[in-house]
């Protein structure tokens, strides 16, 4: 017979119709002030997930802030730039016995299946403590720490959004407190997971190419969010739009690019409301795709040829109010 589940709503369906029940946590609110920034676009290969982790490690290094990232990507991009193998594969193989959590066992960990007949809780049950891991301490007193992704997320985007939607900000209300930033990268759709972060997030910063597609993109993108944050009464607001994969002076592509840039200012001046396009933008650099191959953001290994890089990171975290005298 089908397990299903029973007890204190609410619960959560797999797509398979198995059926889930959870225990309730008990939640506190943090006192510290901190800000939670979805990094969001339904959109892949935007520089969503560069833009997150080089921010984050940005803030921990240069900024000596406490940030944690929370990778929502089942993709695990944001996990495999910060993380090596080994500890990587630590937080994410499939055995019952690890120890170390991941994202997924945040959305799953207090659920037990309930098989209605012996009336007896079996399955995976993982503590929520150890999803967590200390990524790096910096110098000047900083850190960054990580939520690893995993694969298994694919299944949370099957799952209702109304049954796990609050998930992620509780659990951030809970232990957030320890950091002055937190930032979740989001996979390129809105889904369960997705939704999730933009619940958890104070505000949402859509990374975009100043191109063809993202022209007639954001609109789309804009009005989806608005849907969504309506139905699911999510507060966060967008903070900004912010053109990534910028061609620098000199690329045949940079006239073409300011045009479309110029573009995407005006809808965004004219959207309703009108949300803020970043005045920095992110350059071209395949500097970036190194520092991924070298799972070191650039912040973290400061070399002179990289510095116009981090400046322009530096100047969007302002613009952001996330350091000085921003918004
Ligand atoms: N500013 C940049 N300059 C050059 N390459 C970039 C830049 N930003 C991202 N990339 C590369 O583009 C690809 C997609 O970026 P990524 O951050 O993974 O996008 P997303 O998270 O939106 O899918 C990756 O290979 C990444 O290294
Ligand atoms: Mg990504």
Redesign the pocket.
């Known amino acids: 017979m089908l397990p299903a589940w029973t007890g204190e709503a609410p619960g959560w369906l797999l797509p398979n119709g198995v059926a889930m029940a959870y225990a309730a946590t008990t939640m506190t609110d943090a006192s510290k002030k901190r800000t939670v920034l979805a990094v969001q676009?339904i959109?892949?290969?935007?520089?969503?997930?560069?833009?997150a982790v080089n921010l984050a490690a940005l803030l921990a290094e240069k900024h000596h802030k406490q940030v944690l990232v929370i990778d929502a990507?089942p993709q695990c991009?944001a996990s495999l730039y910060l993380l090596d193998d080994p500890r990587f594969d630590a937080r994410t193989r499939n055995d019952p016995q690890r120890q170390e959590g991941n994202l997924y066992d945040l959305f799953h960990g207090d659920v037990r299946y309930l098989d209605v007949v012996t009336g007896q809780h079996y399955g995976p049950k993982r503590s929520t403590s150890n999803c967590r891991e200390l990524v790096r301490t910096c110098a000047g007193g900083g850190s960054l720490s990580l939520v690893c992704g995993s694969a298994e997320l694919f299944d949370v985007q099957e799952i209702a959004a109304e049954l796990v939607l609050p998930r992620l900000k509780r659990w951030i209300r809970t232990t957030g407190d320890a950091y002055d930033h937190v930032i979740i990268?989001c996979p390129?759709s809105i889904s369960s997971l997705s939704l999730s972060a933009l619940k958890a997030a104070d505000s949402i910063l859509v990374?975009m190419a100043a191109d063809v597609f993202s022209v007639h993109g954001l609109r789309i993108l804009l009005e989806t969010l608005a849907r969504y944050k309506k139905v699911y009464d999510i507060q966060a607001k967008v903070a900004g739009v912010v053109l990534?994969?910028?061609p620098p002076d000199g690329d045949a592509r940079r006239t073409g690019a300011e045009n479309y840039a110029q573009r995407i200012r005006e809808a965004c001046a004219t959207n309703v409301p009108a949300i803020p396009c970043l005045m920095q933008s992110?350059?071209?650099?395949?500097?970036?795709?190194e520092s991924?191959e070298k799972r070191s953001p650039l912040p973290f290994s400061p070399k002179p040829a990289h510095d116009r890089l981090v400046d322009e990171l530096d100047a969007i975290a302002t613009e952001l109010g996330l350091i000085g005298g921003g918004p």
């Open positions: 676009n959109k892949g290969g935007v520089g969503k997930t560069t833009i990507d991009n990268d390129p990374p990534s994969l910028f992110i350059s071209r650099d395949n500097a970036y795709p991924f």
